[in-house]
């Protein structure tokens, strides 16, 4: 199957959207914000959930059951001893006018904890408010995001990236701008 980088990406943080969305089940934020438990602390570990056997190691993976400014941060402290120079956070900046978007100050206040960061974003592959470069600065607009933030990665085109024996890709498609943030 020909899929570019790009498109395998945006479809991995499509479904981490949808996932980390479908734990409020459709309520609005307030209501969310009641009937999640507080008391789990981060698990931290890896664990291989794709059913098959694969040669290396297995990605750490955080997660918090309470989603707000303090465990954001708490987040990148675990893991900030491996990360160095300048930083892009990714965050999904939502569709026009949500409903499912990070609080802003929520976002902002992980950005100013983190040195030398900025936020990133790519256009969707799927048609609506940030299909295009264009549109997706409006709806950065519409969606009380100050546009330069935001730095959108695909903007300017993509650049190829050779894989090294990759079983199922030879390349991949980085935006540009990633290769310079």
Same mark, same amino acid.
């Given at each position: 199957?020909?899929?570019?980088?790009?498109?395998?990406i945006?479809?991995?943080?499509v479904?981490?959207v949808?996932?980390a969305?479908?734990?409020?089940?459709?309520?609005? &934020?307030? /209501? *969310?914000?009641?009937s999640?438990?507080?008391?789990?602390?981060?698990?931290i570990?890896s664990?291989?959930? =794709? @059913?098959?056997?694969?040669n290396?190691?297995?990605?750490?993976?955080?997660?918090?059951?309470k989603?707000?400014a303090?465990?954001?941060i708490?987040m990148y402290?675990?893991?900030?001893?491996?990360?160095?120079?300048?930083?892009?956070i990714?965050l999904?900046t939502?569709?026009?006018?949500?409903?499912?978007?990070?609080p802003?100050? &929520?976002? /902002? *206040?992980?950005?100013k904890?983190?040195?030398?960061?900025?936020?990133?974003?790519?256009?969707?592959?799927? =048609? @609506?408010g940030?299909?295009?470069?264009?549109?997706?600065?409006?709806?950065?607009k519409t969606n009380?995001?100050?546009?330069?933030?935001v730095?959108i990665?695909?903007?300017?085109?993509?650049?190829?990236?050779p894989?090294?024996g990759?079983k199922?890709?030879q390349k991949i498609e980085?935006?540009?701008?990633?290769?310079?943030?």
């Amino acid at each position: 199957m020909d899929v570019a980088r790009r498109d395998l990406i945006k479809m991995a943080g499509v479904a981490a959207v949808g996932a980390a969305v479908g734990n409020f089940g459709g309520a609005k &934020m307030s /209501e *969310a914000k009641s009937s999640i438990k507080l008391t789990q602390a981060p698990v931290i570990g890896s664990k291989n959930v =794709t @059913g098959t056997k694969y040669n290396g190691t297995a990605a750490k993976v955080y997660f918090t059951k309470k989603i707000d400014a303090e465990s954001l941060i708490k987040m990148y402290d675990l893991i900030n001893g491996e990360i160095y120079g300048k930083v892009g956070i990714k965050l999904h900046t939502g569709e026009p006018h949500g409903p499912n978007i990070i609080p802003i100050a &929520m976002a /902002e *206040a992980l950005q100013k904890h983190v040195p030398d960061s900025k936020f990133i974003e790519t256009n969707t592959l799927y =048609t @609506g408010g940030r299909y295009t470069t264009a549109d997706h600065l409006e709806t950065l607009k519409t969606n009380g995001w100050n546009v330069n933030l935001v730095d959108i990665m695909d903007a300017d085109g993509y650049v190829d990236f050779p894989v090294r024996g990759g079983k199922h890709f030879q390349k991949i498609e980085m935006g540009k701008k990633s290769c310079k943030l």
